[in-house]
């Protein structure tokens, strides 16, 4: 899950971008926990949380196992600092006795309008079955709705099935491909990105069944995790 930002901040999904109205979101949200909150469920030592400059030591690690061209500290530091149009979130672990790393899991996404494009998002690949990725793809889309965005958009490699499959089940449709979007590396050759976009957030038939689902991966997430806690 990772945008290409060889490609002009203005001219990302132009076929799918929306004008700027100003809209106000259906007050259903998404319940998440907010940082540091006390939490006497399962899997309290997990916290999400918008992702800060002294984060980025932490996420490189993370970065460097997660994609073939990484992108640099100076990147994400200028993000952080100088874009208002990104938002990161990270997936925290702040419980000091727990033997798994301080940091979990990572995304960002640009608002543009009425639009939201995930920029990227990625998780250990020992945590891969806890579905960290999802659960914070379902905090970015929460976010970004509170932002104003009706719809969010992503890339994906064609040849990666499982996340097409995951989604299109979460109401993704498939609307363009990007030709030789991915470029070569010593470890794959270039390939096409899928398009894909989700649409409606600001109405309950789209909203309300994946604020249910965030709450079931989070519980999921939660109790995977604190099995492997130590």
């Known amino acids: 899950w990772r945008l290409n930002t060889s490609m002009p901040v203005s001219t990302m999904n132009c076929a799918t971008c929306s004008p700027s109205i100003s809209t106000t979101p259906e007050t259903n949200t998404m319940s998440l ?9 399962a899997g309290a030592f997990l916290t999400v949380d918008t992702m800060v ?28 600092l100088k874009n208002d149009l990104s938002h990161y979130w990270v997936i925290r672990n702040v419980a000091p ?17 009425e639009e939201a494009h995930i920029s990227t998002i990625a998780s250990h690949p ?31 490699r ?25 470029s070569s590396t010593w470890a ?20 309300l069944p994946l604020v249910q689902r965030a709450a079931d991966v989070e519980a999921r997430s939660r109790q995977q995790l604190l099995a492997r806690c130590g």
């Open 126 to 156: 020992d945590d891969r079955r806890c579905k960290l990725g999802e659960w914070l793809l379902l905090k970015l889309m929460a976010d970004a709705r509170q932002h104003g965005a009706r719809e969010v958009t992503l890339e994906v």
């Open 158 to 182: 064609v040849s990666n099935a499982a996340a097409i499959g995951l989604y299109l089940s979460l109401g993704f449709q498939e609307v363009g491909i990007r030709k030789q979007y991915y």
């Open 97 to 113: 006795s727990c033997a798994l790393p301080p940091l979990l899991a990572y995304g960002g996404y640009w608002i543009l309008g």
């Open 53 to 80: 400059v002294d984060d980025i030591p932490l996420v490189m690690p993370l970065e460097t196992l997660s994609f073939p061209t990484p992108w640099s500290p100076l990147s994400y530091k200028q993000d952080l």
């Open 188 to 207: 794959r050759p270039a390939e096409d990105a899928l398009l894909l976009t989700i649409f409606a957030l600001d109405e309950g038939r789209i909203w």
């Open 33 to 41: 926990k907010q940082p540091h909150e006390k939490n006497s469920t």
